[in-house]
């Protein structure tokens, strides 16, 4: 059990709601195995969740941490993760899992009783760029972060959490899987390269944010 | 592109978005989610856009599109242009199939970013 830690303070007075990426812990949502965090796919069979099934897609995967935190000065919050992809294709998120359920499907995270969703969001695209470029990074060309907030259950509204609602859910420590699927904004008849993925996660009440780079191939002392 | 001929096959889905052409006050096209897989055709839960052509079958393309927000995003970024269906219909037609269309031209996304 981990102790109860204060959330972040920032030298302006302000504190962040704690977010860590991790290697994804679910294997077998998606058909994905072991440690596949980038894998591009030709079109298949349906499967419940996932996006792009019948076009050329390629997933992307990770895992997250909330650590167990006091959530003080932290309400009314909506997380927030960005994406930097090509601009010719398009990412769309799956529910957060945080258990494999029948066959290939997840069992989708609930915070304040509904699963949690994501829904696009260009400010927090925008938030995404200047705070990874904040040091000094630059978003290559043909480049962009694509960026999303969580959501009500239909995907076209923010749904930000209580304090409550996420001392909840997180507990003694929350720990989930992140699937999305990636594909051309134009269907076309074409695989996809995998590529590296630059992801930075936050919210949109606090000052805390975090990049992370997935690799089709995982470097070894990753784990 | 040149105009080959396309199969033609019959879709079953529920009909969530309309396409218009404000200069001919008229459906230009429909956005259909498809319930049911044709193994000819579109995938079960598919989104597709049907091309809507006086006086000729219609046409249909699978779209990158996801759910009505897509809808809304297109109707924000092209005013006048896209309606949504709602509650959404039921919706069977026969129409010419082109899973990667006909070099028409592009949909509004969500994913369409000005780059500096």
Not at chain 2, 82 to 107: F, H, I, N, R, T
Request: proline share 7%.
């Amino acid at each position: 059990m981990t102790k109860s830690t204060k959330n972040y303070t920032y030298r302006t007075g302000e504190t962040g709601l704690i977010i860590r990426p991790r290697l994804p812990a679910i294997d077998g949502i998606f058909d994905l195995g072991p440690d596949v965090l980038i894998a591009s796919m030709k079109p298949h069979d349906r499967i419940p969740e996932h996006l792009h099934d019948h076009l050329y897609h390629m997933h992307i995967r990770y895992g997250f941490e909330i650590p167990r935190q006091d959530f003080s000065g932290i309400d009314g919050v909506a997380l927030l993760v960005v994406m930097m992809i090509p601009v010719d294709q398009r990412v769309d998120c799956n529910p957060i899992f945080v258990a494999r359920g029948e066959r290939s499907e997840g069992v989708c995270l609930k915070i304040g009783g509904e699963d949690v969703h994501w829904v696009h969001d260009e400010d927090a695209g925008k938030r995404g760029t200047e705070l990874y470029e904040a040091t000094g990074r630059k978003v290559p060309k043909g480049y962009r972060f694509q960026g999303f907030k969580t959501s009500d259950l239909d995907e076209r509204k923010v749904r930000r959490y209580s304090r409550n609602e996420l001392k909840a859910a997180v507990g003694l420590g929350l720990r989930a899987d992140q699937h999305f699927q990636a594909t051309w904004i134009e269907p076309r008849d074409e695989p996809i390269e995998p590529y590296d993925v630059i992801i930075g996660l936050a919210d949109d009440a606090t000052p805390y944010h975090t990049f992370f780079r997935l690799q089709p191939t995982v470097s070894l002392g990753s784990w | 592109m040149d105009e080959k001929p396309l199969p033609e096959i019959r879709i079953k889905g529920s009909h969530i978005g309309l396409q218009l052409d404000p200069s001919k006050r008229s459906v230009s096209g429909e956005i259909v989610h498809i319930d049911q897989g044709n193994p000819k055709g579109p995938a079960e839960n598919s989104f597709i856009f049907v091309e809507v052509r006086p006086g000729q079958c219609r046409r249909g393309r699978y779209i990158a599109w996801i759910n009505s927000y897509d809808i809304e995003h297109a109707a924000l970024a092209d005013p006048g242009r896209w309606q949504l269906v709602e509650p959404a219909k039921d919706y069977e037609e026969d129409l010419m199939w082109s899973p990667y269309g006909w070099g028409g031209q592009a949909l509004p996304s969500v994913a369409d970013v000005k780059v500096s």
